[in-house]
């Protein structure tokens, strides 16, 4: 359980507030209009946005001030952030060790994560003689290796094709069924979140509101929801 207690984000002029508690396990889309503060709100989870107000808690312990690293979170971005001068395996043992010097077992951990993207014959490949969809792979790859509770997913797959996307989605959603993760996934796409999400955090008008379940929210969007929506 990640619960964001009474959160204050200032931005220069941009403010905006949080306050929920999101289950273990369960998978959260993140919506709402382009600067509404959905990636500033994953950036405050991840550590990487300082709160003016409030705490963080995972499990009952409070992480308000821990350094990315110690945060319970993987964090995927639009561009992948694959290192293009390191291969495949490089680029996803970071994931272990930032030095990677990766003892046996690291380097098992690396090749099963491989495998289960379906990268192994790509493994000494540099991320640039990969294509869009092999090179979402294995960031997810990395994503798999560090095994945090919750995996937060900014656009992840907004440069591929539609159905690309959805096969990125699919893995997506078989790689936290498998290892419990929790999911909180910005994106613009309402395909995406009937496709994936169990419940919707809408951002909008310097807030993010409390999480609602998809389908229901989705069916009978309240106006601001609807007016986004289109
Ligand atoms: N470092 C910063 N300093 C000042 N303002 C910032 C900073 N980072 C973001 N902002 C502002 O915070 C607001 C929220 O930005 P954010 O990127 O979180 O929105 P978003 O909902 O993710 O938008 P989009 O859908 O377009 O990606 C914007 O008004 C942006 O200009």
Redesign the pocket.
């Known amino acids: 359980m990640l619960r964001l207690e009474g959160f204050e984000i200032v ?4 403010r ?1 507030t949080a306050d929920m508690t999101l289950e273990q396990g369960r998978k959260y889309a993140v919506i ?12 405050a989870l991840c550590g990487f ?1 300082p709160l003016a107000q409030g705490r963080l808690f995972w499990q009952e312990r409070e992480i308000t001030d821990a350094d990315p690293g110690a945060r319970p979170m993987t964090m995927l971005f639009q561009d992948n952030n694959l290192f293009p001068h390191l291969t495949v395996t490089q680029n996803v043992g970071l994931g272990i060790r930032p030095d990677l010097r990766l003892n046996a077992q690291g380097q098992t951990r690396v090749a099963q994560a491989l495998t289960r993207v379906g990268l192994a014959d790509q493994a000494d490949k540099k991320p640039g003689a990969l294509s869009g969809g092999q090179q979402s792979r294995a960031a997810l790859a990395r994503v798999l290796v560090q095994a945090r509770p919750w995996v937060l997913l ?2 992840p797959f907004a440069a591929l094709g539609p159905a690309l996307r959805n096969e990125m989605l699919d893995l997506v959603q078989d790689l936290v069924a498998e290892t419990g993760a929790g999911l909180i996934m ?1 994106t ?1 796409a309402p395909e995406d979140v009937r496709r994936i999400a169990d419940e919707v955090v809408f ?1 909008s008008a310097g807030q993010a509101e409390a999480p609602k379940p998809a389908v229901e929210l989705m069916e009978n969007p309240p106006p601001e929801l609807r007016a986004y929506l289109g």
């Not at 709402?32 to 950036?43: Q, R, V």
């Open positions: 931005l220069g002029a941009f905006m709402g209009p382009s600067g509404a503060g959905k990636s500033t709100l994953l950036g946005v900014d656009e910005v613009h951002v």
